[in-house]
Nanobody
Framework: QVQLVESGGDSVQAGGSLRLSCTGS????????IGWFRQAPGKEREGVAA?????YYADSVQGRFTISRDNAKNTVYLQMNSLKPEDTAMYYC???????????????????WGQGTQVTVSS
């Protein structure tokens, strides 16, 4: 059974940095797109970054966030720099088998989700 576990969420001051981790089990990691999403209270969930053959970023995080993956460790990281209060949200990682989607940047295609990790950025 495919499982994803996020970690690394915390409370930080604006301008600070965090690194989130997403570790998967139960499937062949490198055959899957892995994406990071976030959902703030009262807002819809949005795609933040995704990793496959290419990497994809939402405009709001481009240049500040970096997604990377270590297939040997079944882990994807989200390095978040220059954090802003508007980055405050629950962050989730998600996976979809590459054979099911034309692009890892297709945010609506993700099938398997982790439980989330909270990021809070104070001004």
């Amino acid at each position: 059974q495919v499982q994803l576990v996020e970690s690394g969420g915390d409370s930080v001051q604006a301008g600070g940095s965090l690194r989130l981790s997403c570790t998967g089990s139960g499937y062949t990691f490198n055959n899957h797109c892995i994406g990071w999403f976030r959902q703030a209270p009262g807002k819809e969930r949005e795609g933040v970054a995704a990793s496959g053959t290419f990497t994809y970023y939402a405009d709001s995080v481009q240049g500040r966030f970096t997604i990377s993956r270590d297939n040997a460790k079944n882990t994807v990281y989200l390095q978040m720099n220059s954090l802003k209060p508007e980055d405050t949200a629950m962050y989730y990682c998600a996976a979809v088998w590459r054979g099911l989607t034309a692009s890892c940047g297709s945010w609506s295609q993700y099938k398997t989700w982790g439980q989330g990790t909270q990021v809070t950025v104070s001004s």
